[in-house]
């Protein structure tokens, strides 16, 4: 048992098309391990016994040339799935039960993964520590009373716990790289138009992006050939060749022109994530890349940018949530009361916090100040990472400005909440992709992520990168299981 | 432009003209909704025609329907307008029960289509009224107050059908152009087919805009806007309300304040809805979840290409080559229906009468049996060989009446009513001549009086003829016989 859970993504599947593991002892094997595993409040909503059941079907007749055949899965509760409640953290979806599958998920399904259920999250993605979910706070595996990050905490978390052999998460402004970071695992944010939206419970529409959390650089690049499809129902979703992500990895990274930021080196950031960045560096010069230094100017002004584009389109996005049609209802005596007792309920602060900052930013007279001003700063950190990749092939930071921090420490400061996503917000910004991978730990044991970003649609060449770092760096979480009951 | 005759509104000395723009809502002759594959048909039950995106279940993203582009285009395009290459999607976000998403994804400041001008028919002459622009926008659902007493219930049918927001200049200047107006906005659309203009039915409601000034003013009046009107006669009777309300305001030195109004339509009066200062901040932003619509010139050429034959032109042509008035032209095109049926009854037969016959007695049929012309109990076919009977002779213009009546309720071809009742005209002069000499025998009397002077009494005779052939006779013969006999 405990093997089967210490295996890869690619391990597993090796053996069950070399038929040495089932779908059935897999599948058993997370499912016992989540049981013991509640102190992590991973899980918002588990489908066990409807795994159990698809993994005996897929036992007894199965497809094993499927890309995850008879593999379970956990994933984040901000995907739509048929018939299984999903409710993006929220109270005001809490007993939402969609009738159809999010494309995302169906990909997964298609090519013979088994669902075991629903990841906790922030509320609505809203969030770096998975502390503002209406199913409460994920603990992580990585130190007691340690937030995961988020939004993808339960993802990070189960994924790092090995209730889930692999899971995916969505990253709008880095809630999937922060918590692999934050985890010590692989977390991949494709090129925003790479992976479909449709039946994503919507956050910010022009940022928001699904993506693979794994164990390894090899498992996100399986993930990332299954999930990355043009979809017709996303009139974001770009129809660009793809690459045979998986069967083309390659650790050959002679010659590759690897920028490095001036603006990322930030006032009060930790000595041991510079000297993780400087590791990086040196391990990539070693590994035969060219080092560059460059400059993406306007770096500092994105953080603030993103704070006014993605609350905009988040109050626009969520004003679906009013009692009228789905999810929950507060009565009240008339249809306004009824619209605010719903949402005064329904929603948690930090959602209410991002509708009212996004109404303002987008109300007449503060539109031009705030919301236009912010897409052209948009705009401008583009260009930043367009001229910069006129001599580079892709860019090196670290993925947080620190590690993970202790549950409730910054719950009561949103700013410096925010500052957590420093580094990653600016590849949400401009659509490019970006991975996480884990490259050492702080002093108190927690991990640390270095980030990769690419040019758009080049995930190939950060998959390569990154998977060569990732043989030198043979990071390895030891955790001790000490959330086992 | 010439002048119209002019709509003032007269309070002791001073005269006010009245400054009216239109912002017509029509809805697009589509089978499929704007943003998503549910049908639009009229009057289906409840909530029947509603898709997972329509009613806005997390995670639906809408996706453009080519087809709605392509009509809004083609309607820009009879508008003579300026097609906007590039133009985006908006959400202009506001709470309503019927509105599941919480907004309504409409187009703000970057319209599909842009300028244009419709030209109206004045009494006095052609007057050209400006298009602002025209854009296309998310229809709503229905708020049903009055089915259950305690609840509001919600029709979502309607919610994401395209409407074409097409943006009149404020160039109206009375009730009567306005009804010109829409009367050819609809004809065009009809012609295009991108909208079917059927009122009762709600694809064409309009938002009126009203301000007056003092003649001779250069100056715009305050302006209130009367919200969703739906039928000609009301806009006409809302204008007139508002027109002399403001009149009275102003005569009584006070001010109009800018605000939105209802038209109550039992009352026959204008209220008020809400105040500039309560008006919506709709928080109008592009919509992340559609790109910029990019249109390529291959694509608008195209649809240039599947541009009919408009009224105005249509108009042209007729007068032109069918030396019609511009008036009997005028209403021959209005309807593209009727246009093609005059035109299949010309194929083979005289202009002059087919003109008059369908302009005269089947306009009266139809307007007394509340009919379209496609509904015409009368095919053109048939009509078409009744006008080539009565200009071959085979029966008078006012046997042609009765064939007509017997038409209109049989559906009959003219020949065979003829046929059967014995309505052929007789046009022997032998048979005739017989006639004519048993009405001279029998009246001896008026022939001495006739022959005395009296020409007045020509027309007797002609009448007894008449009435001895059952109005059968050729009228001409009958004619020539008598003048023959009797001079």
Same mark, same amino acid.
């Given at each position: ?11 597993? +599947? ?89 494309t995302v ?63 995916i998460g969505t990253d709008t402004g880095g809630s999937i790289r ?9 977390g991949l944010k494709p090129t925003y138009g790479s992976c479909s939206r449709?039946?994503i419970?919507?956050?910010?529409s022009s940022l928001d992006q699904a993506g693979p959390?794994?164990?390894?650089? *090899?498992?996100a690049a399986?993930m990332l050939d299954?999930i990355s499809k043009y979809d017709?129902?996303d009139s974001t979703s770009v129809n660009f060749k793809r690459g045979?992500y998986?069967?083309?990895? *390659? ?63 988040? *109050? *626009? ?59 052209? +700063?948009r705009?401008?950190i583009k260009?930043?990472f367009d001229?910069a990749y006129?001599?580079?092939d892709a860019i ?28 990653t917000v600016p590849v949400n910004l401009s659509g490019l992709p970006a991975i996480s ?6 002093? $108190? ?6 980030q990769l970003i690419g040019k758009a649609f080049e995930e190939q060449n950060l998959l390569n990168i990154s ?19 | ?122 009494? %006095?002459? %052609?007057?050209?009224?400006?298009? %602002? ?106 204008? %007139? ?47 992340p979840?559609?790109l ?95 006008? $080539? ?99």
């Open positions: 048992m405990s093997d089967i859970i210490n295996l890869t993504l690619s391990a597993l +599947i090796d053996k069950i098309k070399k038929k040495e593991l089932s779908s059935q002892e897999i599948t058993n094997a997370f499912i016992a391990r989540a049981e013991k595993s509640k102190d992590l409040n991973t899980y918002i909503t588990t489908d066990f016994e409807n795994a159990i059941e698809k993994a005996k079907k897929f036992d007894e007749k199965g497809n094993f040339d499927y890309k995850l055949p008879g593999v379970p899965l956990a994933i984040k509760d901000l995907f739509c799935t048929n018939n299984l409640k999903t409710t993006a953290g929220s109270k005001i979806l809490s007993n939402f039960i969609p009738s159809y599958e999010s998920t169906q990909h997964l399904w298609d090519e013979g993964a088994i669902l075991l259920g629903k990841l906790n999250c922030d509320e609505f993605a809203m969030g770096s520590s998975n502390e503002t979910s209406f199913f409460g706070n994920v603990e992580s595996p990585v130190g007691k009373k340690v937030v995961p990050g988020g939004s993808s905490g339960g993802s990070a978390s189960a994924l790092a716990a090995k209730l889930t052999p692999a899971t922060q918590p692999a970071s934050f985890t010590g695992t692989v449709y039946g419970v919507a956050f910010a959390m794994t164990q390894d650089v *090899s498992d399986l299954v017709i129902k045979d998986f069967k083309s990895l *390659s650790s050959n990274i002679k010659g590759k022109k690897i920028g490095i930021p001036n603006e990322y080196r930030v006032d009060g950031m930790p000595k041991e994530i510079e000297s993780l960045w400087q590791d990086g560096i040196t391990l990539l010069k070693n590994l035969g890349a060219k080092i560059i230094d460059i400059s993406l100017p306007h770096t500092n002004y994105a953080l603030p940018a993103y704070y006014i584009v993605a609350p905009a389109e988040a *109050s *626009s996005n969520l004003a679906r949530y009013d009692g009228v049609k789905y999810g929950y209802r507060s009565e009240g005596e008339n249809l306004i009361s009824m619209y605010e007792n719903t949402r005064s309920e329904g929603f948690g602060d930090e959602v209410k916090r991002r509708i009212m900052i996004g109404t303002y930013v987008l109300s007449s007279g503060y539109y031009d100040a705030y919301y236009l001003k912010a897409q052209k +700063i705009r401008l260009n930043d001229e006129k001599s580079v090196l930071t670290p993925s947080t400005p620190s590690s993970a921090f202790k549950i409730g420490d910054k719950t009561d400061d949103p700013v410096s909440m925010y500052l957590n996503d420093i580094f991978i884990p490259a050492g730990k702080d002093k $108190n044991n927690y991990p640390l992520g270095l998977y060569s770092m990732e043989k030198e760096l043979s990071f390895k979480n030891n955790l001790q299981d000490w959330w086992i009951k | 432009m010439s002048k119209n005759k002019e709509y003032l509104i007269k309070r002791g000395k001073s005269e006010y003209e009245v400054i009216i723009g239109l912002e017509v809502h029509a809805q697009v002759l589509s089978k499929s909704k704007l943003f998503s594959d549910s049908p639009t048909n009229f009057g289906a039950e409840p909530n029947t025609q509603v898709s997972l995106v329509d009613a806005a279940f997390p995670g639906m993203l809408p996706v453009i329907n080519e087809f709605c582009i392509k009509q809004a285009v083609k309607t820009g395009i009879g508008l003579n307008a300026a097609i906007n290459k590039k133009s985006i999607f908006d959400r202009k976000n506001y709470f309503y029960a019927d509105l599941p998403q919480g907004y309504q994804i409409s187009q703000y400041k970057d319209p599909i289509v842009g300028e244009g001008s419709i030209l109206l028919d004045l009494p %006095e002459g %052609e007057k050209k009224v400006g298009i %602002e622009r025209l854009h296309l926008e998310q229809d709503a659902g229905k708020s049903i107050h009055d089915i259950d007493p305690q609840n509001t219930l919600v029709d979502l049918n309607r919610s994401g059908v395209a409407l074409m927001e097409i943006v009149s200049k404020p160039d109206l200047r009375s009730p009567e152009e306005v009804n010109l107006y829409i009367k050819k906005l609809r004809s065009i659309m009809r012609y295009l087919g991108t909208c079917d203009g059927n009122m009762q039915e709600g694809s064409l409601r309009a938002d009126v805009n009203v301000s007056i000034r003092k003649t001779g003013d250069k100056k715009l009046g305050t302006r209130c806007e009367i919200k969703n009107v739906n039928s000609i006669k009301f806009m006409q009777m809302a204008i %007139e309300y508002e027109a002399n309300r403001q009149a009275d305001i102003l005569e009584e030195g006070g001010s109009i304040d800018q605000e939105t109004r209802l038209f109550d339509t039992k009352k026959n009066e204008t209220r008020s809805m809400r105040s500039k200062e309560d008006a919506h901040d709709y928080r109008y932003f592009p919509d979840d559609l910029p619509l990019e249109l390529t010139d291959d694509f608008i050429s195209k649809i240039k290409k599947e541009i009919p034959e408009l009224p105005d032109e249509k108009k042209k042509r007729f007068v032109d080559k069918f030396k019609l008035t511009p008036y009997e032209a005028n209403i021959l095109v209005s309807d593209i229906e009727t246009s093609k049926y005059f035109e299949d009854v010309i194929k083979n037969s005289d202009i002059k009468l087919a003109t008059n016959w369908i302009t005269g007695e089947l306009f009266a049929l139809l307007n007394d049996r509340n009919l379209e012309i496609s509904q015409s109990p009368i095919s053109s076919k048939n009509l078409s060989s009744l006008i $080539n009977l009565i200009k071959n002779g085979t029966i008078s213009g006012k046997i042609a009446k009765t064939v007509f009546e017997i038409m209109a309720n049989e559906s009959k071809d003219p020949k065979s009513i003829i046929d059967e009742k014995g309505l052929k005209q007789q046009s022997d002069p032998k048979e005739i001549e017989k006639i004519v000499d048993d009405v001279i025998k029998e009246n001896p009397k008026n022939v001495e009086l006739f022959k005395s002077g009296k020409d007045k009494l020509f027309g007797f005779f002609v009448g007894q003829v008449m009435k001895k052939t059952d109005g059968k006779a050729n009228p001409k013969l009958v004619n020539d016989i008598l003048k023959k006999k009797l001079n």
